[in-house]
C-alpha cells in the first residue's frame, strides 16, 4: 500500500495534466462543432465579402500613403537640423 508521500505527487501531476488537457479537448470538440455549422458562402455573398476587403484594403493604404506623405518633409526638417 503506497505511503501519503508517494500519493501527493501523482496527484499533483494529475491536477497538472488536466489543467493542459482539458483545455486542449474543450477546444478541439468547439473546433469540430464550428466546422461542422459552417457552410460555403454563395456567389453573392462571396462577392460582398471580396468587395468589402478590396474597399478596405484601399482606405487602409491611401490611410498610409497620406501618412508618408505628410511624415516625409516632418523627417527632412528633423534631420535637417543636425
Not at 505511503?3 to 470538440?29: C, G, N
Not at 473546433?31 to 471580396?50: G, M, N, Q, W, Y
Not at 493604404?61 to 526638417?77: A, E, S
Given at each position: 500500500?503506497?505511503?501519503?508521500?508517494?500519493?501527493?505527487?501523482?496527484?499533483?501531476?494529475?491536477?497538472?495534466?488536466?489543467?493542459?488537457?482539458?483545455?486542449?479537448?474543450?477546444?478541439a470538440r468547439d473546433s469540430i462543432r464550428l466546422i461542422k455549422r459552417c457552410t460555403k458562402p454563395d456567389r453573392s455573398e462571396f462577392t460582398k465579402v471580396a468587395i468589402a476587403t478590396s474597399f478596405g484594403f484601399a482606405i487602409m493604404g491611401f490611410i498610409g500613403f497620406f501618412v508618408k506623405l505628410?511624415?516625409?518633409?516632418?523627417?527632412?526638417?528633423?534631420?535637417?537640423l543636425n
Amino acid at each position: 500500500k503506497p505511503d501519503q508521500d508517494e500519493l501527493v505527487p501523482r496527484v499533483l501531476a494529475m491536477e497538472s495534466l488536466d489543467f493542459i488537457v482539458k483545455p486542449a479537448t474543450e477546444f478541439a470538440r468547439d473546433s469540430i462543432r464550428l466546422i461542422k455549422r459552417c457552410t460555403k458562402p454563395d456567389r453573392s455573398e462571396f462577392t460582398k465579402v471580396a468587395i468589402a476587403t478590396s474597399f478596405g484594403f484601399a482606405i487602409m493604404g491611401f490611410i498610409g500613403f497620406f501618412v508618408k506623405l505628410i511624415f516625409i518633409p516632418i523627417n527632412n526638417i528633423i534631420v535637417g537640423l543636425n
